[in-house]
């Protein structure tokens, strides 16, 4: 399989689990910009939504979508622990997080990373976050580790990634204690610092 990426982008999510799941691949990067890979070709012929990430698997066909490519990941090697079982109310939940950091706490750092994006814009997105990041600070509440309780999956890879955007976008996670703790747990894992080292992020 083969994973295009662009350094610290949401790809770095099934990166992190492509490592944690033990299968053997290889990455490739794409400038966004120009919609090119590292080797010259025409992203948008690789994926034609024009963004990362996508997997190119061994039969040729390329998949989509960061929350559905973390599923397929750990499909794969369901030993590995990485998500329960279909059809488990467990799964559901896994989705359910999966889905939420998707399609509100990912895309909700859109207009800061938006060059065209005002002052006020940019103003009305990290107080969008502020809410996010309440919500996600109120699941830790009960003591949990990770999103599924003792369980490490899929869907706190995507949440860690998501989050590591914070810092680098001035957003202060010192009020959020118990996820700057889910956080530092996630960052610490070899597999993790494995894929962080090979975009150059760390």
Aim: glycine share 6%.
């Amino acid at each position: 399989m083969k994973l295009y990426y662009t350094s610290g982008a949401c790809s770095l999510s099934p990166h992190i689990v492509l490592r944690e799941a033990g299968l053997d691949f290889e990455i490739e990067a794409v400038d966004l910009a120009l919609k090119k890979t590292a080797s010259g070709a025409d992203f948008t012929r690789i994926n034609p939504k024009g963004y990362v990430p996508a997997l190119a698997l061994d039969n040729g066909e390329v998949l989509t979508e960061g929350a559905a490519i973390v599923q397929y990941i750990a499909d794969q090697k369901t030993e590995s622990g990485l998500a329960p079982s279909a059809g488990t109310l467990e799964r559901a939940r896994m989705q359910e997080h999966l889905n939420y950091v998707a399609t509100e706490y990912h895309k909700a750092f859109g207009p800061l990373f938006s060059p065209s994006s005002s002052e006020a814009e940019q103003t009305a997105a990290k107080s969008n976050i502020g809410r996010k990041l309440e919500y996600l600070e109120s699941l830790f509440a009960d003591g949990r580790d990770y999103l599924l309780g003792k369980r490490f999956s899929v869907a706190d890879v995507y949440l860690f990634v998501v989050t590591s955007w914070a810092k680098h976008k001035d957003i202060d996670l010192s009020e959020y204690p118990k996820l700057s703790a889910f956080f530092e747990r996630v960052a610490g894992r070899t597999k993790v610092q494995e894929a962080l080292k090979a975009e150059g992020l760390a």
